[in-house]
């Protein structure tokens, strides 16, 4: 399953990279982007671990970039 988030207050560029190297480390992860000049993440992932999978992105987003918000 594909889909696009909407991030908010993403200040850097270097973070947006942090973010995206350990959101491919999540296991059920296929791929990630985090565009920081477009505001965006685009994951692929398990279908059937999805929300589970949404909620360790969120948590590592927010290790890196504490003000960082993911609009689902």
Known sequence: ??????????????CAAKMEEAIKKIDGVGDATVSFMT????IEAEESRFEEIMKEVVAVCKKVEPDCVIQM
């Open 39 to 42: 505001q965006k993440l685009t």
């Open 1 to 14: 399953m594909k889909k696009k988030f909407k991030m908010v207050d993403l200040d850097c560029a270097n």
